[in-house]
């Protein structure tokens, strides 16, 4: 069924390239499969509709034809064509057909039939736990996963060790199979990769026991994940290729959500680190040495006189890694204020009353 580009973007059929553009740009960023809750088939989805809608020329062959209809036809009406045969009576006329099929035909008519790309596997996912410190400057870790792999016993070849190699007889060693289509235009053949050889035409005498010639097993793997510096909680890490394996095809891609733990002081903002200080009174009005423990270790704060309830210090390089550079810690300082007051400390409040502090 051919595919609606407009409705996946959300725009009106008649919508302007900067329409689209901006449409596109707000889908890309709620679906990217790296951004938490992100979804990589509405993300290609979206893609998909972009690069066409984008294009004048294969924007208006899908207005006419759909997201399935004949590719690089040239004239469609006109010489190149097909005589100015109206398709779009097949479209709105009442007489249904597989759009999908209908592009199968003229690729065969054309140029040999769609292009197929390789089989692919699954893609898998799952999740860590690290703490804020290892999010901060990263660190490695290592997931054990039960998937489709590449079996280990033959390596992927689906042969038993030594054993030679004979002629396909699914495909008589050609490696493609040719099947025979019909439809309202007539008979017409199309050609597809062998199942069997995968292609290349030969098969082992003697299959794999472990993996029955298929070339892929249930497997247990562990794999090393390397975190960087600075993730973000929620965020994805990406491993191309450490997805589930498919028999004569590549492997599907691992996704590995990041979950960071809280730290019991800093709240982290974009590259910066915060953190709340309490101060006495007293050390507000007369400053103070603040001992702060960083993630570096311990340093000496400074804390000038006078500094108010809520001012913000600055300490710089010692936040979160980014791009050869870091972060600041930020500290919010919090003046505790006495609820209760003894006689004498009243006194000496009163005689700063006095001096108009």
Not at 59 to 87: K, L, T, V
Not at 132 to 140: A, I, P, Q, R
């Amino acid at each position: 069924m051919s595919k609606n580009y407009y409705e996946i973007l959300g725009v009106e059929k008649g919508a302007s390239k900067d329409e689209i553009k901006k449409a596109f740009h707000k889908m890309a960023h709620k679906h990217h499969p790296d951004k938490n809750g992100g979804d990589d088939s509405k993300f290609k989805e979206a893609n998909e509709a972009y690069q066409t809608l984008s294009d004048d020329s294969k924007r208006a062959q899908y207005d006419q034809f759909g997201s399935a209809g004949p590719q690089g036809f040239g004239g469609g009406q006109g010489q190149g064509g097909f005589g100015g045969f109206d398709f779009s009576g097949f479209q709105n006329g009442g007489v249904e057909f597989d759009m999908n099929d209908f592009g199968d035909i003229f690729g065969d008519i054309f140029g040999g039939g769609r292009s197929r790309g390789p089989r692919r596997g699954a893609d898998i996912s799952t999740e860590l736990h690290i703490s804020f410190e290892d999010s901060v400057f990263g660190t490695e870790r290592t997931v054990v996963l039960n998937k489709t792999g590449v079996c280990k016993t033959c390596s992927g070849s689906g042969a038993e060790s030594g054993s030679k190699q004979k002629t396909c007889d699914s495909c008589n060693g050609k490696g493609r199979i040719i099947e025979t289509k019909r439809s309202f235009l007539g008979t017409f053949q199309s050609e597809r990769v062998c199942d069997t050889c995968r292609g290349s035409g030969k098969v082992p005498e003697h299959k794999c026991k472990s993996c029955n010639g298929k070339g892929v097993d249930h497997v247990r793997e562990e794999i090393k994940v390397n975190i960087p510096s600075g993730i973000e909680n929620g965020q994805m890490v990406r491993m191309t290729g450490m997805g589930e394996a498919v028999s004569g095809g590549q492997s599907g891609d691992l996704y590995i959500r990041v979950n960071v733990l809280a730290h019991k002081d800093f709240v982290r903002q974009g590259f910066d680190l915060y953190k709340d200080v309490s101060l006495k009174l007293s050390d507000a009005l007369l400053g103070t040495t603040y001992k702060l423990k960083t993630l570096d270790g311990d340093l000496d704060v400074k804390i000038p006189e006078g500094i108010t309830h809520g001012e913000l210090l600055r300490i710089k390089g010692k936040g979160v890694p980014n791009r050869g550079k870091r972060g600041d810690i930020l500290l919010r300082i919090k003046i505790a204020f006495p609820t209760k007051l003894s006689k004498k400390t009243r006194e000496i409040i009163e005689k700063l009353k006095e001096e108009g502090l």
